[in-house]
Every structure is written in structure tokens, then in C-alpha cells.
């Protein structure tokens, strides 16, 4: 099995290296998009109903369920935690955390936004590098999909994204939602700065209308 995803591997790298930039990106969109609309679709129903749900005062075991999930305690912050950020932001996190799908953890993970494992019991790959001398380990996903559906609820639930989640309740403008996702680099402004550079130059808020 390892020879085989060595072998794998190899190809991979070989044919990424053959094609040209906007190929690679190409193949990047083929495969990330599709899971994107569909977990973004997903996901906006399920805050459009839960919405309805609220504002009726119906369904209240599954709202009381979801609080659970995205950890959670009144409505209006259930709310902000499960309407999904616009597709455009996620492409372009995508495109930096994979490389446009050329990096490692994507080829061997499905891991598209470099979010790492914590638990042993979680499925993960263990990440070339090391920090203070520990393994760092980054989570194995089996689909893109899935992937992406991890990202989603990450961004929702961590408290280092509660600004993100408060401003896009007031506007969908992705160069102005990317200035609050500093967070997930640790290069923090240059990081915001380097999504909109993306966003912009490939018009990925093409996507969100």
C-alpha cells in the first residue's frame, strides 16, 4: 500500500510540475468547487429553515440539538454560526492552505485547509515538520467534501472567528469578511491581505451571485 501511494505520489508531482499555472488551477476547481457549492447550498438551507423555526417557535429539540453542536447558547449567536461565509472565501483559503491542490495534506488527506488532529483517535497524517520538537498532525478526511463540511463548522465554532461570524450577519462583501479571518494564519494581517489579493485576481466573487 505505501508503494503504492508513493508511486502515486511521484505521478502526482511529475504531471503538477508539467502543467501550467492556469492548468494546475483548473484541476484545483474542478475538484474543490463542486464541493463547495454543494456544502454551501447545504448548509444555507439548513440556516434559511432553521431561521423559520426560530421566528415560529417550532422545531425545538433540533434547535436545542444544534446549540449543541456549534457550542452555542441563544439563538441570534446559532444563527451567526450556521449561515455559511460566501463560496469566494472558501475557494481562496482553499487555493492558499493546498497549494491549488498540489500540497501534501491535500493529496493524502483531503485535508484542503490544513486543519489540524488533536485527538489520537482521529484520522490524521502526521505533517513533515515538527513544532517545539512534537509531531504536528493535521486531520485525514475521505472526501473533499468532507473536507470542506470540517472547515464550515471549524470557522462557525471557534472563538477566534466570533468577529468573522458577527460581521458577516451584516454584510456578504468577502474583501470585507477576509479582514477578519487573520486568525487562521499566523501571519495575521498579511494573511486577510493575501485571500483578498486572491479573491480578487481570480474573480472568485464571481461565485457568489
Known amino acids: 500500500m505505501k508503494i503504492k501511494l508513493l508511486i ?7 504531471t503538477s510540475f508539467a502543467m501550467s499555472v492556469q492548468e494546475k488551477k483548473k484541476v484545483f476547481l474542478d475538484k474543490v468547487l463542486p464541493a463547495i457549492e454543494i456544502v454551501y447550498n447545504d ?5 434559511e429553515d432553521i431561521k423559520q423555526d426560530i421566528k415560529n417557535n417550532t422545531n425545538k429539540e433540533k434547535i436545542a440539538s444544534l446549540k449543541k453542536k456549534y457550542k452555542v447558547n441563544s439563538d441570534e449567536e446559532l444563527l451567526m454560526a450556521m449561515k455559511p461565509h460566501p463560496k469566494s472565501i472558501a475557494l481562496s483559503q482553499a487555493a492558499i492552505e493546498s497549494a491549488w491542490g498540489t500540497s501534501r495534506f ?27 520538537g512534537k509531531t504536528i498532525w493535521v486531520k485525514k478526511y475521505n472526501s473533499i467534501e468532507q473536507s470542506v463540511r470540517d472547515y464550515y463548522l471549524n470557522i462557525s465554532r471557534s472563538f477566534a472567528f466570533s468577529e468573522f461570524r458577527k460581521l458577516k450577519m451584516k454584510t456578504s462583501d468577502p474583501f470585507l469578511l477576509v479582514k477578519e479571518l487573520k486568525m487562521y494564519s499566523e501571519k495575521r494581517e498579511a494573511y486577510s491581505e493575501e485571500l483578498a489579493s486572491i479573491l480578487r485576481y481570480n474573480k472568485f466573487y464571481k461565485y457568489d451571485k
Do not use: C, D, H, M
Open 106 to 132: 491535500y493529496r493524502e488527506a483531503n485535508n484542503i485547509f490544513g486543519i489540524w488532529a488533536f485527538g489520537k483517535n482521529t484520522p490524521r497524517i502526521a505533517a513533515l515538520q515538527t513544532r517545539n
Open 43 to 47: 448548509l444555507q438551507k439548513q440556516y
Open 8 to 14: 502515486f505520489s511521484i505521478v502526482f508531482v511529475t
